[in-house]
Structure formats: structure tokens, C-alpha cells
């Protein structure tokens, strides 16, 4: 069974940070295309940032130069490092991760206060 727990939400300044952790059990990270999502209650979920098994990122136009995904398959876990918060980064938080079938996490708070 496939679990997916993200971690390292909270409530920050505008202007600072937070890395999100993302740990799996029964999936091989290294074999997975991996993904940080977002979402306002009310809105669609939408994608954050993205890493493919082969390593290549991808970030919505939002984040770029202040968010970053990572991968340590020795720990199989996914990170985003959130740099230069900002008020409308304020969303739940999901892992995502990707073979045949799609796996998500629960979801962790990230509050932006101005």
C-alpha cells in the first residue's frame, strides 16, 4: 500500500520560508514522476512545481525563482523549498506522485501572513 506524508506547513512572514517534506511508503520515488500541488478551498488544485523520474523540474509561473523541488531517493522523500513567501502562496499543500496510477498525500497548511 502506497502512503504519501507531507510535512513542514505553517504560518510564515511574508518574505520567508519553508521547506515541505514529502515521505513515501510503498513507492520507489527514484521510479516515480513526482509533484507539489496547491489548493484554495474553493479553487481548482494546480500544480506547483514538478520532477520526472529522469530528474527534469518544471514550476507554474508563479513560483519560479522562489520555489524549488528536490528529490533524495535514498530517503524517498520529495522537498519544496519556498523562498520569498507570499500571501497568495497561502493554500494547502499536496504530494503527488506518479507511476501507473496517481498518488496523493494529505495535505499540509502553508499560511502566508502579510
Known amino acids: 500500500q502506497v502512503h504519501l506524508v507531507e510535512s513542514g506547513g505553517g504560518l510564515v512572514q511574508a518574505g520567508g520560508s519553508l521547506r515541505l517534506s514529502c515521505a513515501g511508503s510503498?513507492?520507489?520515488?527514484?521510479?516515480?514522476?513526482m509533484g507539489w500541488y496547491r489548493q484554495i478551498p474553493g479553487t481548482q488544485r494546480e500544480a506547483v512545481a514538478t520532477?520526472?523520474?529522469?530528474?527534469?523540474?518544471n514550476y507554474a509561473d508563479s513560483v519560479k525563482g522562489r520555489f524549488t523541488i528536490s528529490r533524495d531517493s535514498a530517503k524517498n522523500t520529495v522537498y519544496l523549498q519556498m523562498n520569498s513567501l507570499k500571501s497568495e502562496d497561502t493554500a494547502v499543500y499536496y504530494c503527488?506522485?506518479?507511476?501507473?496510477?496517481?498518488?496523493w498525500g494529505q495535505g499540509t497548511q502553508v499560511t502566508v501572513s502579510s
Open positions: 503527488n506522485a506518479e507511476t501507473r496510477y496517481i498518488y
Open positions: 510503498g513507492i520507489a520515488f527514484s521510479f516515480a514522476n
Open positions: 520532477i520526472t523520474r529522469g530528474g527534469i523540474t
